[in-house]
């Protein structure tokens, strides 16, 4: 059984920074896929970023230049630095994982998703 233990987030000022840690509990299984996806209020899900076992990445359009998303293989920890945070970045920030190769990773897609992880909530104050 895998666990993904999410850490970071909080409330931040309009054009501040925040950052977002996802480690997955397991010491026998390395992802294929990791991967944020945010909702805000009255808004769908979207993939904001994510990162393959080979370190290729994606960025939403909404975050490109903003947002970087990396991994730690020693910690199996995946990380979303947020800078230039906007007010329409608030959320709840959740973490995915899959360990399965396929085409759902960049951009991600939930559905190819295995593990979820409970969700960090991101406040930007104009």
């Known amino acids: 059984q895998i666990h993904l233990v999410e850490d970071g987030g909080g409330s931040v000022e309009a054009g501040g920074s925040l950052r977002l840690s996802c480690t997955v509990s397991?010491?026998?299984?390395?992802?294929?896929?990791m991967a944020w996806f945010r909702q805000g209020p009255e808004k769908e899900r979207e993939g904001v970023a994510s990162i393959r076992r080979d370190e290729t990445t994606y960025y939403a359009e909404s975050v490109q230049g903003r947002f970087t998303i990396s991994f730690d293989l020693a910690k199996n920890t995946a990380y979303l630095q947020m800078n230039s945070l906007k007010p329409e970045d608030s959320g709840m920030y959740t973490c995915?994982?899959?360990?399965?190769?396929?085409?759902?990773?960049?951009?991600?897609?939930?559905?190819?998703?295995?593990?979820w992880g409970p969700g960090r909530l991101v406040t930007v104050s104009s």
């Open positions: 397991s010491d026998t299984y390395s992802p294929f896929c």
């Open positions: 995915a994982v899959g360990l399965s190769t396929g085409g759902y990773c960049l951009p991600p897609r939930a559905r190819g998703m295995e593990y």
